[in-house]
Each structure stands twice: as C-alpha cells, then as structure tokens.
C-alpha cells in the first residue's frame, strides 16, 4: 500500500514557476494512476492533472492546460507537477493522490485511493 508525500510548495510571485513532488512511499508508483487535485479554502478538492499508470495519457482542468505539467520518473518512485506562470488563482492547497490503474483517468476524488498529507503553493500577485 502506497502512501504519497508531497513536497515542493511553497510562496511564489505571479508569473513564477514551482515544482511539486509526490514520493509513493511503501508502494510502487507505476502500479497506479496518479492525480493531482487543489482545495481552495472553504471547497472541494478540485481535479488538477492526472496521468496513466503507465505513464501515458495526461489529462489537465482547463485553467492550467498549457501551464503545468504532470509527469512521473518510476526509477525516483515520484511523480511531479511542473506548474509554470502561476497565477493568484492557483493559490491553493495541492494534493497528489493514487488510484487503480485503468485507462481512463479519473477526476473525481472519489475515485483515488491513497492520498498525501498536501502542499500549500501561494501565489503573490
């Protein structure tokens, strides 16, 4: 059983770049399809990017299509979120979460498994 943890957050000014990391600690990360989600105060948690377990298929919310990416090194057991020209927007609380690997990838929270303790990533503008 894996158990992500993130790091990587942390304060940066508009227009910056940052990157998250999500170590699968006690498992194997490419047994599973990884999802990225952010939590603005007082919301869900919202689907952010995802991607197959085999590394295929990436998958992005419209406000970050072209801004960030996700992607996954199984030698390092760790997947990232290279999230460039950041906005105040995404301001937020990042999760990194796993789930059953199938084709398609999921954007519902529910449909992730293990999840990490999350990363604040603030934005100044």
């Known amino acids: 059983q894996a158990q992500p943890v993130e790091s990587g957050g942390g304060f940066v000014r508009a227009g910056g770049s940052l990157r998250l990391s999500c170590e699968a600690s006690?498992?194997?990360?490419?047994?599973?399809?990884i999802g990225w989600f952010r939590q603005f105060p007082g919301k869900e948690r919202m689907f952010v990017a995802g991607i197959r377990w085999i590394g295929s298929g990436p998958t992005y919310e419209d406000s970050v299509k072209g801004r960030f990416t996700i992607s996954r090194d199984t030698g390092k057991n760790t997947a990232y979120l290279q999230m460039s020209d950041l906005k105040s927007e995404d301001t937020a609380v990042y999760y990194c979460?796993?789930?059953?690997?199938?084709?398609?990838?999921?954007?519902?929270?529910?449909?992730?498994?293990?999840w990490g303790q999350g990363t604040q990533v603030t934005v100044s503008s």
């Open positions: 979460a796993l789930g059953q690997p199938q084709l398609r990838v999921d954007t519902r929270p529910t449909d992730y498994t293990y």
């Open positions: 006690g498992g194997t990360l490419g047994r599973y399809n």
